[in-house]
């Protein structure tokens, strides 16, 4: 496997690198020094927590020292002299980290390992890397919402996210199936929405596809929330790895978790709802938007931003269905209170509510790009798009910060192929080509913030085929975000066989690229493959749908029309 010199198969490549002759021999004991205005000791020792078995601890005559540079913010320059050892040179804790990342990829794979081993005495092959992100906005969203994702797994993931030079984990904490977060304001919350006593199983729009009554269940409940303690847990180990964790709360629609605990929170038109375990075939589920409602909403919010903390908090505002808003009376008296003529104008108030309760939560605002086809988005909101790269680009034109996550191709639910030996999945056709065939799609000087590759869970009940979709496509994705290019391939083949070496070491059950072992196979049970659609039908579909909305509604039509 071995082909691949150790620093052409860096993962995602940087941007220049320069091999020097011989190799840097770690010394039994490695020691640090910094020189560098805002980074102390600690934070360089953090950064080098995988030496721990030999170190690292401070010296003057340091092994591996870190000074400022005038480089840009996430940049790194890491020199490593046969002789001399180690130089980092940044101007960020970013850049400190990111540096960290390269030099742990030109270790042997043991220091992979969760917890690295030195077997033997560790060397690193003289090199002199520059390297610099194009993107500011590189990430992973995992929908912990349709299956629950334990703790462990979640702090696991934002170790592989920063593996990747990725710095963002967005987690989609509420959708029908379910309701991820502690409440205190409203405890049926914890006791109601966080399980559910069953789950469908086969393809997740099996109940579209092959009509309601064959829908099957496996009769097993399933279910997790995370506490305030937890978030607080997941989002500091998140600061610790340069990862800024994004907590979402899906709103109006997909709520049907959240309205079967807190009846209130629905029309009055709408049926009394008990724990959703299927996938399609839902009805609307989404929330009243007259006051008392919206007052409660933004309580919650409050808990989910101060659980987590950090500059984001995304409102979802994907695909919801407001026919219920047409006919409830208390919904149609609160509109006509507002002199709104319909109930498209009520969402764009509803979303413009959003907005502001979260800018007062001193949060950042990110929606769906549904909440821009709707118009009149406030400018401060960051639109994610998911419908494509020219909706996203629509948006940034409009003046939006915009997140690319175009389903075509970023989408790891989608399998890889129709093939048998996949376990199911909604639909089918995002490979490793096609993925590395895309990079986001510039949008103006600082528009498009980066890329984003999201999980949907409805296939997913598990770290072990969560970790077959999400790698090695990952790294993929992590390529386009860090570089701005897409990926030459198969060029990189062999560079990505070399990288999937360090992901075995750090125990991730990824995708063989030559397909799955035995053990992943869908096999004839419950996660027998079924067929799908394929994403360019689903990609060209959802371009379409929002093309078609953007000709209907102005974008830029004021939330008050
Ligand atoms: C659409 S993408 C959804 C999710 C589904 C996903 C399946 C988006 C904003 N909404 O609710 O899980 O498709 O691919």
């Not at 709103?251 to 709802?273: D, I, K, Q, W």
């Not at 101060?306 to 009376?329: F, K």
């Not at 995002?430 to 590395?436: E, G, H, I, K, P």
Request: proline share 9%; hydrophobic share 45%; with cysteine.
């Amino acid at each position: 496997m071995n082909i691949v010199p150790v620093e052409q198969s860096l993962w995602p490549s940087p941007t220049s690198v320069q091999p020097q002759p011989g190799a840097w021999h770690l010394p039994s004991r490695v020691t640090t020094s910094v020189q560098h205005p805002e980074i102390a000791e600690p934070e360089v020792i953090e950064a080098l927590w995988f030496l721990r078995p030999i170190g690292p601890s401070p010296s003057q005559s340091a092994d591996i020292r870190v000074r400022g540079a005038d480089v840009p913010p996430g940049a790194y320059r890491l020199a490593v002299d046969a002789e001399r050892g180690v130089d980092i040179g940044i101007l960020d804790r970013a850049g400190l980290l990111a540096a960290a990342a390269t030099l742990r990829q030109l270790l042997p794979d043991d220091a992979w390992r969760p917890t690295p081993v030195t077997r033997d005495a560790w060397s690193v092959p003289a090199a002199v890397v520059d390297d610099q992100p194009v993107h500011q906005w590189r990430g992973l969203m995992i929908d912990v919402a349709r299956h629950y994702l334990p703790v462990n797994q979640v702090l696991r993931y934002i170790d592989l996210v920063a593996m990747h030079k990725l710095n963002v984990l967005h987690l989609h904490l509420s959708d029908n199936q379910g309701w991820r977060v502690e409440s205190r304001c409203r405890p049926r919350l914890n006791e109601v929405a966080s399980w559910r006593p069953e789950t469908a199983v086969g393809h997740p729009l099996g109940a579209i596809i092959n009509s309601e009554n064959s829908l099957t269940f496996d009769g097993t409940p399933h279910g997790g929330l995370y506490t305030h303690a937890d978030l607080a847990a997941i989002a500091a180990h998140g600061r610790a790895r340069g990862v800024t964790v994004v907590p979402e709360i899906d709103l109006p629609g997909h709520c049907a978790a959240l309205l079967a605990a807190v009846p209130e929170l629905a029309t009055s038109v709408a049926p009394a709802r008990s724990h959703p375990d299927a996938f399609a075939s839902l009805g609307p589920a989404t929330i009243s938007p007259v006051p008392s409602a919206l007052a409660l909403i933004g309580e919650l919010l409050g808990e989910v931003a101060s659980a987590v903390g950090g500059p984001y908090l995304h409102v979802g505002g994907d695909e919801a269905d407001l026919s219920e808003w047409e006919t409830a009376p208390e919904v149609v008296e609160h509109r006509k209170t507002l002199a709104l003529p319909d109930v498209a104008a009520l969402r764009r108030h509803l979303d413009q509510t959003l907005a502001s309760t979260v800018v007062e939560l001193d949060r950042l605002p990110i929606f769906w790009d549904e909440a821009f086809t709707a118009g009149g988005l406030d400018k401060r909101a960051l639109v994610m798009s998911w419908r494509g790269d020219s909706i996203g680009l629509r948006a940034a034109a409009a003046g939006h910060d915009v997140i690319m996550a175009p389903v075509d191709p970023t989408y790891l639910d989608y399998a890889e192929i129709d093939h048998a030996d996949e376990p199911v999945a909604l639909g089918y056709g995002n490979d490793v080509a096609r993925l590395a065939a895309w990079a986001p799609p510039f949008g103006g000087p600082g528009r498009v913030l980066g890329c984003h590759a999201p999980i949907w869970t409805e296939a997913v009940p598990d770290a072990r085929l969560l970790d077959y979709r999400v790698f090695p496509r990952l790294c993929v994705l992590a390529q386009a975000a860090w570089s701005g290019r897409p990926t030459d391939w198969p060029g990189r083949r062999e560079a990505l066989d070399r990288h999937c070496a360090r992901l075995l070491a750090a125990g991730v059950e990824f995708r063989p690229l030559d397909g799955p072992l035995p053990w992943q196979r869908g096999g004839t049970g419950a996660r027998r493959w079924t067929g799908g659609v394929p994403v360019e039908t689903v990609g060209a579909f959802l371009a379409q749908q929002a093309d078609d909305e953007l000709s209907t509604a102005s974008p830029d039509r004021p939330a008050t029309n």
